[in-house]
């Protein structure tokens, strides 16, 4: 079976590209990195971008910016990838890792009221896979509280809540465009925000402590080299002219696939809830209930590869799992949601939703084949 590949270019790259080799500046004071800066930004909704190497350090950049570090503690779901925890600590601030909502995959809400102490400070929601994270529970949690609240929308470019745009609801968003993500460069990231000083901190950091207008050797604060370089940012460019495009098709292909599975019992889908109104669909997300289907996860993902469909067994524990945190460092709350789902459910990549409405419905068929006992 043929599975749409991923990532996709076309002769756009190319010629931007070629003005970047012909300029001469690579990197990232190229006017393209600024140009990706603020179109991505307003794309997202928001005011100002910072564009930087990848998506775990604009996390890191943002809690910095906003003061957090040792003594603090900052609140993130028990599922996502690592940078969403690590960043936190290497800030030197401890990560609280919380459950998420069964169906949604996303942080829920009252797991993080519980979880808020005297030295919380932030909460760190993902929008896991693509939907948006139940924004109006949240935005209200961390204003009632007095905290930061970061969107690491790393899974959530075009993605809306309400019709506003992931990362635009937050004091910031930080998107990732890593190689499998719905845009990118290979690598990369972009930090938003709405506030004209703390996007000023954030380039600072990134930029080697200098400030705008304070000149090449003028360093103000301790910051470091993060800046995106032309190449980057070329790539990225001719990928947000796609984006909503191919936004449109994987909407389209999820309803078919899913509508082709609709008769399934077995499989539970990611819910997205209406005020998720736009999703990247960066993952195709489901859990399986073994029992009513007759096919463990396991089995089930096996039977997928064999076919040519990519599909992953989700990760191999919630974050806290992982060697770095069991020896301390962090503190877990009750999480009985997360660690069901390391054990039963499972996602396939955003580009099995890219093809034509045949591609489509050859891989529906192949996951109900997968289904049978
Ligand atoms: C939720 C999440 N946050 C952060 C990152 C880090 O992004 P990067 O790989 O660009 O550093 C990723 C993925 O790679 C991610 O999935």
Redesign the pocket.
């Known amino acids: 079976m043929e599975i749409p590949k991923w990532p996709v270019s076309s002769e756009r790259e190319l010629e931007l590209l070629r003005q970047v080799l012909e300029s001469p500046q690579w990197g990232g004071y190229h006017d393209f990195v600024a140009r990706f800066e603020s179109e991505f930004a307003a794309f997202q909704h928001c005011l100002y971008g910072v564009a930087a190497v990848?998506?775990?350090?604009t996390?890191e950049m943002a809690l910095a910016a906003a003061g957090i570090g040792p003594g603090d503690e900052v609140i993130v779901p028990a599922i996502?990838?690592i940078?969403?925890a690590t960043a936190v600590s290497r800030v030197g601030a401890t990560p609280v890792f919380v459950d998420i909502e069964p169906w949604s995959f996303n942080m829920d809400p009252e797991r993080a009221a519980v979880a808020i102490t005297l030295r919380t400070r932030a909460v760190i929601v993902?929008h896991?896979g693509g939907p948006m994270a139940d924004m109006d529970r949240l935005v209200r949690l961390a204003e009632e509280r007095g905290l930061v609240l970061i969107e690491?929308a790393?899974?959530a470019h075009g993605s809306e809540w309400r019709g506003r745009r992931a990362g635009s609801l937050g004091l910031a968003g930080?998107f990732?465009?890593?190689n499998?993500?719905v845009m990118t460069a290979g690598?990369?990231?972009l930090l938003i925000t709405r506030d004209a000083d703390f996007a000023a901190r954030v380039r600072s950091i990134g930029d080697q402590g200098r400030r705008a207008g304070g000149g090449w050797f003028h360093h103000y604060i301790l910051g470091t080299n993060y800046r995106m370089t032309a190449w980057q940012a070329a790539v990225l460019i001719a990928g947000l002219e796609r984006l909503p495009e191919q936004i449109c098709l994987r909407a389209r292909n999820a309803r078919l696939l899913l509508a082709e599975l609709a008769g399934v019992a077995g499989i539970h889908w990611q819910e997205v809830p209406a005020a998720a109104n736009a999703n990247s669909w960066y993952l195709v997300l489901g859990r399986i209930d073994a029992r009513r289907l007759g096919v463990t996860r396991d089995e089930f993902c096996r039977r997928l590869a064999e076919e040519g469909v990519p599909a992953t067994p989700f990760y191999p524990h919630p974050l806290y799992g992982n060697p770095l945190y069991q020896e301390g460092g962090c503190r877990v709350e009750p999480c009985p949601v997360a660690e069901a789902s390391i054990g039963d459910a499972f996602w396939l990549p955003h580009r099995v939703l890219m093809g034509s409405e045949e591609q489509t419905a050859e891989i529906g068929a192949a996951l109900r084949r997968a289904c049978r006992l």
């Open positions: 990848n998506g775990t350090v996390l996502s990838f940078s969403t993902v896991f690491d790393a899974h930080s990732s465009f890593q499998s993500k690598e990369g990231g």
